[in-house]
């Protein structure tokens, strides 16, 4: 197994519950990959991921296990997630979707039946889309034959294919503030909602229907108990040991070359990044190039600011849009750069989980988009946006926030690039910012070198945990079908 971010430690979980001897190399010193997390002078920052959803799949790993999923301990939380606008517009979504409908009606003038009707259709084509798009193989085609791909099929007018999620956003709603709100949901995956296929508008009902859930000890709980459920299955990490090479013999692999050390093997399974596994570790084998060469999603700044009091106005999860929808994103796929005024999605975990911060104090994690990395000198711009950010935030809260900044760390393109080693800071692998981007992404398995599967971000189904997790379980059930015939 090469890679120990989270698609790897389900991977590993899986084989070695099969009976099968794993070894996972891992270039960091942790396991995880993007979901760890850094303690800074009492302050705990999630490094990545601050929205889980469908936990469910994880809960599919405990059951495979034979653990309780009820061990893995979440703080419940019943707050909202806010959105504030700088004319002083607040809008409140809470957890009950029945509140949902009347803030929108309220506060954006927006018709309840319309935003019932939206919130249910996401729902509906979630269920109907999600075990064959996300759940299965779309290159084992067969695997996709059943009730399910009829009933789906039944649907197909109300996938709208041939429309991007902000047209039938538009359709939908009539005040622009409504239609970014439900045009932030491509930020799941990295991609631009005036581009991505509406089929995507389903993934609002993960967050306003169903609700992120918040593990008790932070994100990095997830990639613990996984790590947890690794070892005891038996699996062996190799900590700080970059895998070099995959070595493949008659189009078949036979193990693989490390920093360290030269292992053989039956199979490979990679969660490193698919382009960097093609370019770096197969020089000598044909490359699928249409399949590398889609286009990236997006990358991210993130500022991480311990601060030294309390601001009951903000919550959990909190949004700072700017009226710049359209022209955010343009600039961040088309020129590769940042607008001068982001949107800013601020995350505090210490509001539900006051341990995360020393007393009076909260751990802000303040991300915008970004482009992925083609060189931009990124240390000016980071200077840059970091006055922006301190700007913003003061105006919002009345207080001069830099003087309130206890600690600070911060997150760009380049480091997610060499970090996590992820092709140019990508954080999603390929965008969907076509309607083909489906079936574009690398399959989980090679076509053409016998014994080597892939799972993570950048392969199918795509990016985020639920869809990282997802393709863990794909990636095994072809190699165990491959095994048994
Ligand atoms: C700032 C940020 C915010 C995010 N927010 C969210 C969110 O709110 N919700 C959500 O669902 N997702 C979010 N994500 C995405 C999420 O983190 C990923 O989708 C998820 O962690 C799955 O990643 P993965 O399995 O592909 O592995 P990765 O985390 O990419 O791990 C791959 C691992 O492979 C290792 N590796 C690579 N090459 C080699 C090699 N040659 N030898 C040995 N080891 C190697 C790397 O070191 C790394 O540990 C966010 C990500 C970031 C960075």
Redesign the pocket.
């Known amino acids: 197994m090469?890679?120990?971010?989270?698609?790897?430690l389900a991977s590993a979980i899986r084989l070695a519950h099969r009976g099968i001897e794993v070894h996972v190399?891992?270039?960091?010193a942790f396991p995880?990959?993007?979901?760890n997390s850094k303690i800074q002078e009492g302050f705990r920052f999630d490094?990545?991921?601050?929205?889980?959803?469908c936990p469910e799949y994880l809960e599919d790993l405990y059951t495979l296990c034979g653990k309780d999923f009820s061990t893995f301990e979440t703080i419940p939380y019943t707050e909202s997630f806010n959105y504030f606008y700088e004319d002083g517009t607040r809008i409140e979504l809470f957890k009950e979707k029945e509140r949902v409908i009347q803030e929108l009606s309220e506060k954006l003038g927006e018709d309840k039946i319309q935003v019932e009707k939206y919130l249910d259709k996401a729902e509906k084509n979630y269920k109907l889309i999600a075990p064959l798009f996300i759940e299965k193989s779309l290159h084992r085609w067969w695997t996709l034959f059943g009730k399910q791909l009829v009933k789906a099929l039944a649907h197909l007018p109300s996938y709208k294919l041939f429309s991007t999620m902000h047209e039938e956003n538009k359709q939908f709603f009539k005040n622009p503030r409504t239609q970014q709100i439900f045009n932030r949901f491509a930020q799941?995956n990295g991609s631009h909602p005036y581009l991505a296929p509406a089929m995507l508008n389903m993934i609002s009902h993960l967050e306003i229907n169903e609700r992120p859930v918040l593990p008790k000890n932070g994100m990095v709980q997830i990639s613990d108990s996984l790590f947890d459920l690794a070892k005891e299955q038996g699996v062996q990490f190799h900590f700080k040991?970059?895998?070099?090479k995959i070595v493949v013999k008659n189009k078949r692999v036979t193990g693989v070359v490390?920093n360290k050390n030269e292992y053989q093997s039956d199979f490979v399974i990679t969660?490193?990044?698919v382009s960097?596994t093609y370019k770096?570790?197969l020089k000598n084998e044909k490359h699928p190039l249409k399949t590398l060469n889609q286009e990236k999603s997006s990358s991210?700044i993130?500022f991480y600011f311990g601060i030294k009091k309390n601001f009951p106005e903000l919550h959990t999860h909190n949004m700072l849009f700017s009226d710049n929808d359209k022209a955010e994103f343009d600039i961040v796929f088309k020129e590769k750069n940042i607008h001068s005024t982001p949107s800013l999605y601020l995350y505090i975990s210490s509001k539900a989980n006051p341990k995360d911060a020393p007393e009076g104090m909260e751990n802000w994690f303040i991300?915008m988009n970004a482009p992925i990395n083609t060189g931009q000198e990124w240390a000016r711009i980071v200077e840059e946006k970091r006055k922006y950010v301190i700007s913003k935030m003061s105006r919002l809260l009345g207080e001069n926030i830099e003087d309130l900044i206890v600690t600070e760390d911060f997150?760009d393109p380049s480091k997610?690039e060499n970090?996590?080693?992820?092709e140019q800071g990508s954080?999603?692998?390929n965008a969907s910012n076509n309607r083909f981007a489906a079936f574009n992404r690398h399959p989980n398995f090679s076509k053409k070198i016998k014994g080597l599967y892939f799972?993570?971000?950048?392969v199918h189904p795509g990016?985020?945990?639920?869809?990282?997790l997802n393709?863990?379980k794909i990636a095994c059930e072809c190699l165990l079908s491959d095994l048994e015939s």
């Open positions: 090469i890679g120990a971010g989270l698609a790897g190399f891992e270039n960091n995880g990959g993007k979901i490094q990545g991921p601050s929205l889980f959803t799941y040991e970059k895998v070099e490390t969660n490193m990044d960097l770096n570790l991210a993130v991300l997150l997610v970090k996590y080693l992820a954080i999603y692998g799972a993570g971000v950048s990016g985020g945990i639920p869809l990282a393709s863990a």
